[in-house]
């Protein structure tokens, strides 16, 4: 198997420390950046959500996988800024006020980043002040909202509504997920999409931004 297909295995199978070391190998051979994110990381990740979404695996393996994407990714995001390499989109995501789970969140954050988006993760309990602050701050051309509460998920309706409201809500698409949330849901709101799961979030993404 060649350098990028042993990365690949690597990410699907969660292996942090081979991931490591393939991600080292590719640039030692001096294989192009893009090359080891389009030709390694990216299908790896892909795997990993057709298998998520096959119900093959679960919500942990899927963490191990894309811990290890990460890892890979911390040393690859520096040479891909310094190389001038864009990422394919802008992705401001975070848990709205009052909720504070983040597992769901991360995995989407995480798998983003795998699928090639820069992901601004605003973190948990966020008021819709903060989330127009980081939109105004970042200029991300995706706000990605979650909740995992009943009580909660009326908070992303009054997050949309506050962008309205400051005249921001052409300025960014916004998606939504989490247990509670659903497709009806979502167009009620007026959110310009829901995912039920991380994968189909970066899918979600991709097709908004016609990726």
Same mark, same amino acid.
């Given at each position: 198997?060649?350098?990028? $297909?042993?990365?690949?295995?690597?990410?699907?199978?969660?292996?942090?420390?081979?991931?490591?070391?393939?991600?080292?190998?590719?640039?030692?051979?001096?294989?192009?950046?893009?090359?080891?994110l389009?030709?390694?990381?990216i299908?790896?990740?892909?795997?990993?959500?057709?298998?998520?979404?096959?119900?093959?695996?679960?919500?942990? $393996?899927?963490?191990?996988?894309a811990?290890?994407m990460k890892?890979?990714?911390?040393?690859?995001?520096?040479?891909?800024?310094?190389?001038?390499?864009?990422?394919?989109?802008k992705?401001?995501?975070?848990?709205?006020?009052?909720?504070?789970?983040?597992?769901?969140?991360?995995l989407?954050?995480?798998?983003?980043?795998?699928?090639?988006?820069?992901?601004?993760?605003?973190?948990?309990?966020?008021?819709?002040?903060?989330?127009?602050?980081?939109v105004? $701050?970042?200029?991300?051309?995706?706000?990605g909202?979650?909740?995992?509460?009943?009580?909660t998920?009326?908070?992303?309706k009054?997050v949309?509504?506050a962008?309205?409201?400051?005249?921001?809500?052409?300025d960014?698409?916004?998606?939504?997920?989490?247990?509670?949330?659903?497709?009806?849901?979502?167009?009620?709101?007026?959110?310009?999409?829901?995912?039920p799961?991380?994968?189909?979030?970066v899918?979600l993404?991709?097709?908004?931004?016609?990726?």
């Amino acid at each position: 198997m060649s350098v990028l $297909e042993n990365l690949k295995e690597n990410v699907i199978a969660g292996n942090e420390s081979k991931v490591l070391e393939y991600t080292q190998k590719a640039l030692d051979e001096g294989i192009d950046l893009e090359k080891i994110l389009n030709d390694g990381f990216i299908p790896g990740m892909d795997v990993v959500g057709s298998k998520f979404q096959a119900n093959e695996i679960y919500v942990p $393996e899927m963490l191990i996988s894309a811990k290890a994407m990460k890892a890979g990714m911390k040393i690859l995001e520096p040479l891909l800024t310094e190389a001038g390499i864009e990422p394919i989109g802008k992705v401001v995501i975070g848990t709205v006020k009052g909720d504070l789970h983040d597992i769901g969140k991360n995995l989407v954050a995480m798998m983003l980043e795998g699928g090639g988006f820069e992901v601004i993760d605003a973190g948990v309990d966020i008021t819709a002040q903060k989330f127009m602050d980081l939109v105004k $701050e970042n200029k991300p051309d995706i706000l990605g909202l979650s909740a995992l509460l009943t009580t909660t998920m009326v908070e992303i309706k009054n997050v949309i509504d506050a962008f309205k409201e400051e005249g921001l809500r052409d300025d960014v698409k916004i998606i939504v997920g989490g247990a509670p949330v659903s497709e009806d849901y979502a167009k009620d709101i007026g959110a310009d999409g829901y995912s039920p799961d991380a994968a189909s979030a970066v899918n979600l993404a991709k097709k908004l931004l016609g990726k």
